[in-house]
């Protein structure tokens, strides 16, 4: 039966989303209204318009379109009667036999979970060893290394459009714990007819975790992550670099296309999951203008590997012959050319300024135009007249945008005098356990009071979440790295990757002085409130508490909580004692809230003798509480601390650090918290302004020390790995009872 004309404009709508999720084609979502494709991210799919745009080849259109060039490979000459068919079989999925559409997809329609187990494999290996030996040129040996191990198996032979193909190649992905969560298939035969664009099958399997890839590891694999465009070039680089690999203790990632973000996520998995030491990553995607674009990502990558605490280098690596590694196997030819992320973004800029364009543009997309052709004497036209700014003038503007935005919210740092409230936001900011640094801290809430929590735009991206379009960013300070820096005759500062070849040479000569200086970058983070993320993906999204002890007052719990707070410090080599010590805390001066608690007593003839008392009758909260006060008062004011401030910021400054353990741990400073704030607000008018900032952020360093380091050692309440910790007892106590009557202390007072 035809199809009426009712019925062809009911079928345009079919999304071309909702057609992916179907036959299980991997994408990626960028912003809310585009997808890319996993395999080839140069094609974008804009969902509002329900049009795709193939950049690479310039092929665009609708679904019957997607399907004809994309899924089956097909060409202008071909007939689409193939791609149509598949349509309809959409529709028919979608609404049975009446294609009449009545509803929308939605975009949370559960995708394909990949199971390797459904993969059709074979334990024969002729057709893989063939391929990979003889087509592709790897070694014999290791190739049966690999079918041996599992890192490459042959498929079972598959149909594709009319066509019954031969066996392929699988390259299974594993996670960073090595559950293998998705895989590519390489079709083992060039077949031009049907494959017309890529001569030969290439797929991801549906519901493949696209934040890991084929990967192999050699040595420890936990310090190099060497990054590729396909699992072919990775074998092919592996076998020509193997002892460096093993040296290094590298892992090879294939990421099935450019998308260089996705090398970041499977370090940062790395470094979560198995505690890895990666300190540098290699980008060896191919010699050519979507390899070198897709490496610029790193020019800009700042990351500091939490185990380490070093820094995490970036280089670009890419083969002396051909386009690709498999390229320059075949060749014969071995090494490869090391260039910086800079010279990458040199070479980028110097392809994109020569590129010649191509005369197959249609204009019926947005972002094409026509070239039109050039008359007889006509002069060709050419770029625009006006100067590009290079990377480095473009650095340079934004980094004075971003220092302005950042002076003008540390101008706003003397609320926290005038307003409790603010002041209570900070901390318990704070408290949540996000673990940015005290500076950021104050820099995130006072540029938005309403933060909670924070991500840049490409962390949200990779957690599915898309960050709402037009929203105004929060700019706060990354890990530092320490840069090549040349200093000029007027004394300015020129990072080396923003010199000219005139300053360059004049520093190689001496002429100019070089340093290295520690910089940090600037980044942009924005709130859950700004991105479209649901209620139910935010108990996934929020650190653990270690501990909530505001749901579970338990005895077990209380000690554990106690329990660690000992254990930090015997860390910073305080010792403490919490039984027969009520009578030298006695004489204490009575507090504005009555009787002291505790103190922290250090000998001023032996500045090694520091203690912590706590009185023996204390309530386990109030332990707890009173603990985390002198804490801070150990880590701020010892004698030898620089900090020589009046007795009443003392005071506050361990009051705010103690708030902040105290409600990270879930207990609550009840009714009386902003009453507390404002006391402590007043302490803070007494200071000039200039300083209020310096005094809030020592509090907060030493609440986030401890915050972290109650994170790293309670899990659910359970202390991990309890250590007897240096809680002194009665019959130990001569040298403090000596230490205390001689009056040679530091003291402090608590509530």
């Known amino acids: 039966m035809a199809i009426s004309k009712e019925e062809r404009a009911q079928l345009k709508q079919l999304p071309i989303r909702g057609y992916c999720d179907w036959k299980g084609i991997p994408y990626t979502t960028d912003t809310s209204s585009e997808l890319r494709m996993v395999d080839h991210d140069s094609l974008v799919v804009r969902t509002k318009l329900n049009r795709f745009v193939w950049n690479s080849t310039g092929d665009k259109g609708d679904l019957v379109d997607f399907i004809h060039y994309y899924e089956l490979g097909q060409s202008d000459s071909d007939s689409k009667g193939p791609a149509i068919k598949n349509q309809l079989a959409y529709a028919r999925y979608v609404k049975g036999k009446n294609i009449d559409l009545d509803r929308v997809y939605e975009p949370t329609t559960p995708r394909y979970k990949f199971d390797y187990d459904k993969v059709f494999k074979t334990t024969e290996t002729d057709v893989v060893k063939d391929y990979l030996v003889n087509q592709r040129k790897l070694q014999p040996q290791f190739v049966a290394n690999l079918l041996k191990s599992g890192a490459v198996v042959q498929g079972s032979r598959y149909r594709e459009g009319d066509k019954l193909h031969q066996n392929p190649v699988i390259f299974p992905w594993k996670d960073v714990t090595g559950k293998i969560v998705g895989a590519d298939r390489q079709g083992t035969e060039q077949d031009f007819e049907h494959f017309k664009k890529r001569g030969s099958s290439k797929k991801i399997f549906a519901g493949s975790d696209t934040s890991t890839g084929y990967n192999l590891s050699f040595g420890t694999g936990d310090q190099t992550l060497v990054l590729f465009e396909s699992p072919v070039d990775l074998l092919s680089y592996a076998q020509q670099n193997h002892q460096d690999m093993v040296k290094n203790n590298a892992t090879l990632l294939s990421v099935s296309g450019t998308d260089a973000k996705r090398g970041v996520q499977f370090l940062n ?180 009071p309403q933060a909670t929590l924070l991500k840049g735009y490409k962390q949200w991206s990779a957690d599915g979440i898309q960050v709402n379009k037009g929203e105004q960013g929060i700019k706060i300070f990354g890990a530092p790295a ?53 209620a139910a993906q935010l108990p996934s999204l929020l650190p653990n508490r270690p501990i909530d002890l505001a749901t579970d007052k338990s005895p077990k719990h209380l000690d554990a909580a106690y329990k660690t707070l000992l254990k930090f410090a015997d860390k910073i080599k305080v010792p403490v004692i919490d039984q027969g010590v009520d009578d030298q805390i006695a004489k204490r001066p009575m507090t504005w809230q009555g009787q002291a608690k505790g103190a922290f007593v250090q000998s001023k003839k032996n500045q090694d003798e520091k203690f912590i008392l706590l009185r023996s009758d204390l309530t386990p909260t109030d332990k ?117 009557q001689a009056v040679n202390q530091t003291s402090t007072r608590h509530i």
């Not at 040349?486 to 990757?497: L, Q, V, Y």
């Not at 190689?508 to 340093?515: A, H, I, P, S």
């Not at 880590?635 to 103690?658: C, G, R, V």
């Not at 609550?668 to 009453?675: A, C, I, L, Q, T």
């Open 269 to 448: 998995d790395a470094v979560t999951a198995k505690q890895a030491k990666f300190n540098k990553i290699i980008v060896a995607f191919d010699n050519d203008k979507a390899g070198f674009k897709a490496a610029d990502y790193f020019d800009r990558f700042s990351f500091k590997n939490p185990i380490t605490n070093e820094a995490i280098t970036a280089e670009r690596q890419i083969p002396l012959q051909g386009k690709d590694w498999n390229e320059q196997l075949k060749a014969g030819i071995l090494g490869t050319r090391v260039m910086t992320m800079t010279e990458n973004a040199n070479r980028l800029e110097a392809l994109e300024t020569f590129e010649t364009p191509t005369s197959n543009l249609k204009q019926d997309d947005e972002n094409t135009s026509i070239i039109k052709p050039v008359n007889q004497g006509e002069k060709r036209p050419v770029k625009s007249d006006i100067p590009r700014r290079n990377k480095a003038d473009r650095r340079k503007e934004n980094a004075l945008k971003n220092k302005k935005i950042i002076q003008e919210a540390i101008g706003k740092v003397a609320k926290y005098q005038q307003d409790p409230q603010e002041l209570k936001k900070l901390l318990d900011f704070t408290a949540t356990g996000l673990n940015y640094s005290a500076r950021n801290s104050m820099l995130i809430q006072l540029q938005n």
């Open 624 to 740: 707890i509480h009173t603990l985390a006060h002198e804490i801070a008062h150990a880590q701020l004011h010892s004698l030898q601390s620089q900090n020589n401030w009046p007795t009443a910021i003392k005071e506050t400054q361990a009051e705010l650090s103690s708030y902040v353990i105290t409600k990270n741990l879930g207990i609550e400073p009840g009714e009386k918290s902003v009453d507390y704030m404002a006391g402590w607000s007043k302490n803070l008018k007494a200071l000039a302004n200039q300083n209020t900032g310096k005094v809030i952020s020592q509090a907060l360093k030493a609440s986030t020390d401890v915050t972290q380091y109650l994170s790293d050692n309670l899990s659910h309440g359970e202390v991990r790995q309890t250590k007897t910790s240096k809680l002194l007892k009665p019959d130990n106590l001569a040298v403090v009872e000596q230490s205390y």
């Open 482 to 534: 320490n840069l090549k820096t040349i200093i000029d005759r007027n004394g300015e500062k020129i990072r080396w990757a923003d010199a000219t070849s005139q300053q360059k040479e004049l520093a190689n000569n001496k002429q100019l002085e070089v340093r290295s200086i520690k910089h940090y970058p600037v980044e942009t983070f924005f709130d859950v409130r700004q991105t479209n993320a649901t």
